[in-house]
């Protein structure tokens, strides 16, 4: 098995031979192995520990252990204490993810801090079947089912293609010690059924399960490297950056097919995962949209328009301009100039009767209710039918600001101007504003 291992290291985790890293190590026969075979192969590394405080004087003993066991091999040791029991409490999570969130936290702090590249953990072949079966039990989709990767950019599984068998007869052999956590056989919790009840009637059922297994695994990986591809290949074509927005046709999501697997696949990095909501919004009235951790996706027309939450604005409902303004920067860029000529408007540029203003002007987001007299337009007309008419996105709306004198709006800013500021044959003073989108 070293010599496995080395050739294993050498061909699948070269940078593990060139920099030193981190072993995750609590003590149970896995991860010992794991450091042992590390050492065995020359490598260069430091060894880390948790206590979880979780088993009373066993958690303190198995520290003790890996301090000396450190010291044996004459390793660096790291070690932390958690309250993890008031980390459960405080998050309202199971001690199962409080105890992964502390650990994979901390491992990254002593990383940075080291100078070192990785951390490994001791994860194998039954483990990553363990955690097959869990989310096959849950109605994983194929990310799911594709086993715990090998690598990810901080953390490397070196002992997934090994057995607990083959560890257990590489420990044995070498006569080494460990400490055995009793925690692993109580069944209350759903990976140690599975380890103790279920994996060994598999196993039974056909002697090289856990061999067909890890091919069964690689060939899911295969294939869900092809998806990513297809996926990657569709989101190029289908999302279309636009003002800030991403912008997807509607019509062409529904030609998809299976619709549900591709919405799941295009929108899943974006939080939403739960196809039927998407399905839905596909055919639901303009305005309606889905709220993920990070990112909104807005049904307009028919599009779907997709914005990172960060960028929603939260900012104050009116800003005030003096008379003497020349610049504002503040929630939008707008220049203030007074000329002695006029050119026709433009989306950017507007020409008025500095006059007819009544200070301080007003920037604000609009309301309901809102009109305006549009330059060239017999009458006042609502903003809402002119978004409408001129099929300005919904998001777009609510970013939409306004350029007002008192309660009357002189601009809707980089797009349409007020008839009733205009410039006219009598006027005295004309103000040249320009705004910058």
């Known amino acids: 098995m070293p010599k496995d291992f080395k050739s294993h290291i050498n061909l699948n985790f070269p940078t593990l031979l060139e920099s030193p890293f981190l072993i995750a190590c609590s003590g149970g026969l896995d991860s010992v192995v794991l450091t042992q075979l590390c050492y065995d192969s020359g490598l260069n590394f430091a060894i880390a520990h948790c206590n979880f405080e979780l088993r009373g004087i066993d958690s303190d003993t198995d520290e003790i252990f890996v301090k000396e066991y450190s010291a044996q091999l004459g390793k660096e040791f790291f070690s932390i204490h958690f309250d993890t029991i008031s980390y459960v409490n405080e998050k309202k999570i199971t001690v199962q993810m409080a ?3 502390l650990r994979y936290t901390w491992f990254h702090d002593v990383l940075e ?105 690689q060939y899911l990986n295969q294939s869900a490297t092809i998806a990513k591809n297809q996926i990657a290949a569709i989101q190029k074509e289908l999302f279309v950056e636009e003002n800030g927005l991403l912008k997807i046709d509607v019509n062409s999501l529904k030609q998809l097919d299976p619709l549900e697997g591709y919405l799941y696949g295009l929108f899943q990095a974006y939080g939403f995962t739960e196809w039927e909501n998407l399905k839905d919004l596909l055919d639901a009235m303009s305005g309606k949209y889905l709220l993920s951790a990070t990112h909104k996706l807005l049904k307009d027309r028919t599009a779907l328009l997709l914005s990172s939450l960060e960028m929603e604005e939260d900012t104050l409902d009116a800003y005030a301009i003096s008379i003497n303004t020349t610049t504002v920067r503040n929630p939008i860029t707008l220049d203030f100039v007074e000329v002695d000529y006029r050119n026709e408007n433009v989306p950017t540029i507007i020409y008025v009767d500095k006059l007819a203003l009544k200070y301080p002007l007003v920037v604000r987001k609009w309301k309901k209710g809102d009109y305006f007299y549009p330059i060239g337009f017999s009458g006042k007309k609502k903003l809402a039918k002119y978004f409408k008419d001129e099929k300005v996105p919904v998001v777009l709306k609510e970013k939409q600001w306004l350029l007002c004198s008192g309660d009357d709006i002189i601009w809707i800013i980089g797009r349409r101007a007020d008839e009733r500021f205009k410039v006219q044959s009598t006027t005295k003073e004309i103000l040249k504003i320009e705004v910058t989108l």
């Open 99 to 101: 105890a992964r969130e």
């Open 113 to 217: 801090k080291h100078n070192l590249t990785h951390v490994l953990t001791a994860h194998h072949l039954d483990d990553a079947l363990e955690t097959f079966l869990i989310n096959l039990s849950r109605g994983s989709g194929i990310d799911g089912l594709t086993g715990i990767p090998e690598k990810t950019n901080t953390i490397a599984r070196p002992l997934l293609k090994y057995s607990r068998a083959e560890l257990l007869a590489y420990a044995k052999l070498n006569k080494l010690s460990w400490r055995e956590d009793v925690s692993n056989t109580d069944t209350k919790y759903l990976r140690n059924k599975i380890r103790a009840q279920v994996v060994p009637l598999l196993k039974e059922l056909h002697p090289n399960f856990l061999d067909n297994f890890k091919h069964s695994t």
